[in-house]
């Protein structure tokens, strides 16, 4: 587990600069660093993409994936959650501040738990002890929480729990999780998968959309199914 703690505490350690960097920014400056944290979001969502070999498993997850998440309506219960914890840690609630923090919680949570080190680190840590992979991924995801922070705020210090909650069930659950995780097709699906949503959120955050992200999360696990069938 100490290459979770080490990663979680590098994206607090990021935010935290990222944030008193923030304050010297001006607001014009502030929107420029904005849009080229959301470019370079399009980018590594792009990447990833490209890491997919079988688009009839990319389809049928999204499909799937966003019917099961706009019936259970995820993106609806995630700003309801999003509006307490504002209420809770902002002394005066502004307009617009809840859906900040849930965009910034959002988009920082899936970039830095979507993809393949966190799954091939993860299972590395929980087999071998090793967690050299988890390391490396830590310094990568503390630069970027630097960038998210000093663009998007507060909101991305809450991605620390989402990476030791979900890195750290994947290293105790190893064991578990060998036999399918450890599938390379089935990863770079996944992998896929997840960067089509880390596209969206770029989008998003450049202005040009709004998809409601959360509600397709579960998408990113449907190819776990699906490859058995390819």
Do not use: H
Request: aromatic letters at 10%; a positive charge.
């Amino acid at each position: 587990m100490l290459g979770v703690f080490v990663n979680t505490l590098t994206v607090i350690l990021g935010t935290v600069i990222g944030i008193l960097f923030r304050k010297f920014l001006p607001q014009r400056l502030g929107d420029a660093v904005m849009k080229g944290v959301a470019l370079c979001v399009l980018y590594i969502g792009i990447s990833g993409m490209l890491e997919g070999t079988n688009a009839i498993i990319a389809i049928l997850s999204m499909a799937c994936g966003a019917i099961v998440g706009t019936l259970i309506d995820i993106d609806k219960w995630f700003n309801r959650f999003a509006d307490f914890l504002q209420t809770k840690l902002a002394r005066k609630k502004k307009e617009g501040a809840s859906s900040t923090l849930a965009e910034a919680f959002v988009s920082s949570s899936l970039l830095f738990c979507v993809g393949a080190m966190t799954i091939v680190g993860s299972l590395d840590a929980g087999l071998r002890g090793d967690n050299s992979t988890l390391y490396a991924k830590a310094v990568l995801d503390g630069i970027s929480s630097i960038f998210f922070a000093s663009s998007l705020g507060f909101g991305v210090l809450l991605s620390a729990a989402t990476v030791f909650v979900y890195q750290g069930a994947l290293v105790l659950l190893a064991g578990v999780l060998q036999s399918v995780l450890t599938n390379e097709f089935i990863i770079a699906e996944m992998t896929c998968v997840g960067s089509l949503l880390i596209i969206a959120l770029g989008l998003n955050m450049l202005g040009i959309t709004k998809i409601k992200v959360m509600n397709y999360l579960p998408a990113i696990f449907f190819p776990i199914l699906f490859c058995q069938f390819f």
